[in-house]
C-alpha cells in the first residue's frame, strides 16, 4: 500500500493525461481505449479522495465532509454542460478538461496524508506531524498524550480475501457491495431514462446533476438526526417506490407529467442514498481494510453502471419491466441495508480486529 495521498494523485493526473490522449486519438478504437483507462483512474480519484476525507475529519463534521464532495460532484456536471455548450468539438474539450487534472500538482503540499493510515502502518511519528499541522490550521494543539498507543498491526499485510474471513466483516462487505450495485443500477437507470423526455440535452445534462443537490441537502438536514442505517434505507425505500408509481401509473394510462413526477422521485431518492451510501460505508470498514473495502463496493457500483443501460433495453419486451426491476431491486436492498449496524457519532473501526471482537 501507498497511501491514500499518493493514489489520488497518481489517479488524478493518470486520468488526466489519458483524457488528454484520447482528444487526440487517431481512431475509435484507440479512443474507447484511452476512456476505458480514464474510467479506471477516476475510480481511483473518488475512492482515495472519500477515504482520505473521511479519515482527516473529526466526528462532529464527518457528515458536512462526505457530503460536500458529493455536491461538488453536482457542481462539475453543471461546468461541464456549460463547457461543453461552449466547446462544441469534442476533440478539444476532451484535451481542456483534461489540461485542468494537471492543476491538482500545485496542491501536493496542502493534501495530507491519512494520519490514520500512518498509524496503521507504524509511522507515527509523521502521523503526529500531520496531526499537529491539522491542529495548527484549526487554530489549537495536539496533546501531547494524543499518540501514546498508536495504532500498529505490527506490519500485518491485509488482502482483498480479509473482507470475507469474519463474520462481521463479510457481511458488511457483501451488504455494501449489492448495495453499491443497486445504487448505480437505479441511478443511472432513471438519469439516461430521463433522456428519453427530450429537449436541450445541455440543460438535460445540467438538470441531472442538479437533482442532486436537493438530494444531498436533505441528506445533510437529517442525517445526523436519523441515522446512516435509515436513512440509506429510507431512501431506497422511496426510490423503489417512485419507480413502482411509475410502473402502476403507466398501467392506468396516466400522463406523462404523472409519470415524469415519479421517476423524479425515485431519481432525488436515490441521489440521496448514493450519498449516503459512501459515508455509510467508509464508516463500517476498519481503517486497516477501507481502501480494499471501499474498492471492492466500487466494483460492485460499476457493475451496476454496466448493466444499467442493458435494464433500460428490457422496455423493448415490456415498457414497465425496467422500472417494475429497478424498483423492486432497491425495494429488497432496503430491506437487507437493516442488517447493517448504525454508525452515527461512533469512532471509525481501525482494525479487524476491532471489528470481529
Given amino acids: 500500500m501507498i497511501g491514500r495521498k499518493k493514489v489520488f494523485f497518481i489517479s488524478t493526473l493518470s486520468a488526466a493525461i ?9 481512431g475509435f478504437y484507440c479512443f474507447a481505449f484511452f476512456r476505458v483507462i480514464i474510467a479506471f483512474f477516476n475510480a481511483g480519484v473518488i475512492l482515495s479522495s472519500f477515504t482520505l476525507c473521511m479519515e482527516i475529519t473529526g466526528i462532529s463534521q464527518r457528515t458536512f465532509a462526505g457530503l460536500a464532495i458529493h455536491a461538488f460532484f453536482a457542481v462539475g456536471c453543471l461546468v461541464f454542460a456549460v463547457m461543453a455548450y461552449l466547446i462544441r468539438d469534442w476533440r478539444t474539450l476532451s484535451v481542456i478538461t483534461g489540461l485542468t487534472g494537471f492543476l491538482f500538482l500545485f496542491l501536493w503540499r496542502v493534501v495530507p496524508e491519512s494520519p490514520r493510515w500512518l498509524l496503521i502502518q507504524g509511522r507515527g511519528e509523521e502521523a503526529r506531524e500531520v496531526l499537529d499541522r491539522l491542529a495548527r490550521g484549526n487554530g ?5 498524550a494524543e499518540l501514546k498507543k498508536p495504532l500498529s498491526t505490527g506490519g500485518e499485510k491485509v488482502s482483498m480475501l480479509d473482507l470475507f474471513r469474519g463474520r462481521n466483516i463479510r457481511q458488511r462487505t457483501v451488504v455494501l457491495v449489492i448495495s453499491w450495485f443497486t445504487n448505480c443500477v437505479v441511478y443511472y437507470g432513471l438519469a439516461m431514462s ?4 427530450g429537449g436541450n440535452r445541455y440543460i438535460s445534462f445540467s438538470l441531472t446533476g442538479l437533482m442532486d443537490v436537493p438530494a444531498l441537502v436533505v441528506t445533510l438536514l437529517f442525517l445526523d438526526r436519523i441515522g446512516r442505517k435509515w436513512m440509506h434505507a429510507g431512501f431506497l425505500f422511496v426510490g423503489g417506490s417512485g419507480c413502482l408509481l411509475w410502473t402502476v401509473l403507466h398501467l392506468l394510462g396516466a400522463s406523462g407529467s404523472l409519470k415524469v413526477i415519479a421517476a423524479f422521485i425515485g431519481k432525488f431518492a436515490v441521489a440521496g442514498s448514493f450519498g449516503t451510501v459512501y459515508l455509510y460505508s467508509a464508516e463500517l470498514f ?11 463496493a466500487s466494483v460492485g457500483a460499476r457493475l451496476g453502471g454496466i448493466l444499467s443501460p442493458l435494464v433500460l433495453l428490457l422496455a423493448f419486451t415490456s415498457a414497465i419491466l425496467p422500472m417494475l426491476l429497478m424498483g423492486a431491486l432497491a425495494l429488497l436492498t432496503g430491506l437487507l441495508s437493516l442488517t447493517l449496524p448504525e454508525t452515527l457519532n461512533k469512532p471509525l473501526p481501525e482494525t479487524l480486529t476491532d471489528l470481529e471482537s
Avoid: D, H
Fill in 140 to 144: 489549537t494543539q495536539l496533546p501531547a
Fill in 286 to 296: 476498519p481503517t486497516q481494510v477501507r481502501s480494499l473495502g471501499m474498492g471492492i
Fill in 194 to 197: 430521463a433522456g428519453s423526455l
Fill in 18 to 26: 489519458f483524457s488528454v490522449l484520447s482528444g487526440l486519438a487517431p
